[in-house]
């Protein structure tokens, strides 16, 4: 069964230090999405990244990047000198097509960012 | 901000009772879906409909229904309301199913 799983619950670092998010997915389709959002404390939850399963390129935007890895089914997330608007929680996120779309979001990931 | 209007912001009701949830997507955009957000169940995608028609079907209860109308605006119905419905609901769309999808505010539905 599909399965996106967010194993860090919550995640503390002072700011300017560098952190990951880790998202490891289950899938037997080929042909799949990931991506990562945010929700910050005013609760409207945010895209940050769309991956299909074809592209495996690692993508920077700014203090963000992302390591897509289908070997081990991993799609981490790393904030580069975290800064304390950081802090929100972290949602990666599971599309995939069997006849129809499913889609299915991991638990999330807290991260506090501390000054 | 991303677009994506959803009324009303609060809604507190009694149990028993039916609601209708409101979502108007992004301009130009065919795909609407419904999620609900609690602290036990994360969050669940209930359904998405793209141009009208029922596309995906999730974790959704027979007591909730949905449907888009011909403006693209959705609404959720949830009827014979349970405390366990307490929950945030969020309406997100896309231009396409696959893409990245786009959120409102949500709803906060407090039943009592």
């Known amino acids: 069964a599909q399965k996106v799983t967010q194993a860090q619950t919550e995640i503390s670092v002072v700011e300017k230090e560098d952190v990951t998010l880790d998202c490891v997915y289950e899938t037997r389709d080929t042909t799949y999405y990931l991506f990562w959002y945010k929700q910050p404390p005013s609760g409207e939850l945010v895209f940050l990244i769309r991956r299909n399963s074809f592209d495996e390129q690692n993508e920077i935007s700014g203090r963000y990047s992302w390591n897509f890895q289908k070997s081990t089914s991993s799609f981490n997330f790393t904030i580069t000198a975290s800064q304390v608007v950081d802090s929100a929680v972290y949602f990666c996120a599971l599309i995939w097509t069997s006849g129809t779309y499913k889609y299915i979001f991991g638990t999330g990931t807290r991260l506090k960012v501390l000054a | 901000d991303s677009g994506v209007t959803q009324t009303p912001k609060h809604l507190i009701t009694a149990t028993g009772q039916r609601v209708t949830l409101r979502c108007s997507p992004r301009s130009g955009d065919l795909s609407v879906y419904w999620y609900q957000q609690s602290l036990d169940q994360g969050l669940q995608f209930l359904i998405q409909y793209y141009n009208g028609e029922e596309r995906a079907k999730g974790n959704i209860l027979e007591r909730f229904s949905a449907q888009q109308f011909p403006d693209l605006h959705s609404e959720l119905n949830l009827s014979s309301l349970e405390l366990g419905d307490s929950a945030l609901y969020f309406c997100?769309?896309?231009?396409?199913?696959?893409?990245?999808?786009?959120f409102g505010p949500g709803t906060r539905l407090t039943v009592t």
């Open positions: 997100a769309s896309s231009a396409l199913q696959g893409n990245e999808q786009y």
